[in-house]
């Protein structure tokens, strides 16, 4: 997350997805030349990661982003994007004055703190 203003402002997936490629190559020993945005990360694929990767990713996400990820369906784990794509649409904009929260995407224009 990034603050703007008093806001904490959600990334899009285009700037999510570094990170979580970032956080995979650092933390789970996945081959950076091997792993694209796209790339299958659980099962028989190239990269074969288990159940106890997932609870990585999903403390991570939790820790980095904000978004619980909890009983999230498989199909939102199935690559970078995949989870990239669930953080932002799922994700809550807090006011740092206020403390009103959001649910993302929502453009902080639109919204007056008071």
Request: hydrophobic share 40%; aromatic share 12%; net charge negative.
């Given at each position: 997350m990034i603050k703007e203003k008093g806001w904490n402002i959600i990334m899009s997936t285009n700037e999510i997805m570094p990170k979580l490629k970032d956080f995979l190559c650092e933390n789970l020993g996945i081959d950076a030349d091997v792993l694209e945005f796209d790339t299958q990360l659980f099962g028989d694929g190239e990269i074969g990661l288990d159940s106890i990767d997932s609870l990585e990713?999903?403390?991570?996400?939790?820790?980095?982003?904000?978004?619980?990820?909890?009983?999230?369906?498989?199909?939102?784990?199935?690559?970078?994007?995949?989870?990239?794509?669930?953080?932002?649409?799922?994700?809550?904009?807090?006011?740092?004055?206020?403390?009103?929260?959001?649910?993302?995407?929502?453009?902080?224009?639109?919204?007056?703190?008071?």
């Open positions: 990713i999903i403390a991570y996400v939790d820790d980095e982003f904000g978004v619980q990820m909890t009983g999230v369906g498989k199909e939102h784990f199935y690559s970078i994007e995949t989870i990239a794509k669930y953080i932002e649409e799922n994700a809550y904009i807090k006011c740092g004055g206020c403390q009103m929260t959001f649910l993302a995407p929502v453009l902080v224009t639109d919204i007056s703190c008071g």
